[in-house]
């Protein structure tokens, strides 16, 4: 079974960009969640999608925001691009929604780099 | 706030060892508890899961949760150089929280 994919790997944007990032879940995944990791916060939790639906979101502004298609693939937005939103952006696919007993399994991620 | 703490590191065994790796957390509601390792410039990799508190074993890894304590735990025994890498630990309600990751290296 192919595993989580996410486009594009590498993103060079300057300030005040915007930018779309994609994930596939495994197949048969239903909720999709995104991390942002940064050598000096880690791995911090944006939100969660499932059934379409946003379940939870973490502590970030309203530039970034996300989407599920019926197929389970999501995408995250980041708009008015700075220099702090340089990162590993990571999408993690479960079975059913996140917590409870669901192993959340990582894509590669997505390097932004912003200059 | 819910945070999980794991010590940064680097933690440093010589190879054939047991490397010991602590992580604690506050929510005494979390029900899951997950260890990931994460190798430079790639994505985290679960390595073990754990619900009940105890240990589980998973060949050379053995996890171990502790309720009571709010302290969870990876052992890696006859540590291999290839076993060097940041290890993150998360606890899960919803979301997954992470601790920052404890970064362990393997000496040959």
């Known amino acids: 079974k192919a595993g989580v994919t996410q486009t594009p790997r590498y993103l060079i944007k300057t300030r005040g960009q915007q930018v779309t990032l994609s994930c596939s879940p495994i197949s048969g995944h239903r909720s999709v969640s995104w991390y942002q990791q940064t050598p000096g916060q880690g791995l911090q939790f944006l939100f969660e999608?499932?059934?379409?639906?946003?379940?939870n979101k973490g502590n970030f502004p309203g530039r970034f925001s996300g989407r599920q298609f019926s197929n389970s693939r999501s995408e995250m937005n980041v708009s008015t691009l700075e220099l702090g939103d340089s990162a590993l952006y990571l999408c993690?696919?479960?079975?059913?929604?996140?917590?409870?007993?669901?192993?959340?399994?990582f894509g590669p991620g997505t390097r932004l780099l912003v200059l | 706030q819910k945070e999980v703490e794991q010590n940064s590191g680097p933690l440093s065994v010589p190879e054939g060892a047991i490397a010991s790796l602590n992580c604690t957390y506050s929510d005494r509601g979390s029900q899951s508890f997950f260890w990931y390792r994460q190798y430079s410039g790639k994505s985290p990799e679960l390595i073990m899961s754990i619900y009940s508190n105890g240990d589980k074993e998973d060949g050379r890894f053995t996890a171990q949760l502790n309720k009571a304590s709010q302290y969870v735990s990876l052992l890696i025994r006859d540590s291999q150089p290839s076993d060097s890498a940041t290890y993150l630990c998360?606890?899960?309600?919803?979301?997954?929280?992470f601790g920052k990751g404890t970064r362990l290296s393997v000496i040959a």
């Open positions: 993690a696919s479960s079975l059913e929604a996140s917590g409870s007993q669901e192993t959340q399994y």
């Open positions: 998360g606890s899960g309600n919803t979301p997954l929280v």
């Open positions: 999608y499932f059934s379409e639906t946003q379940r």
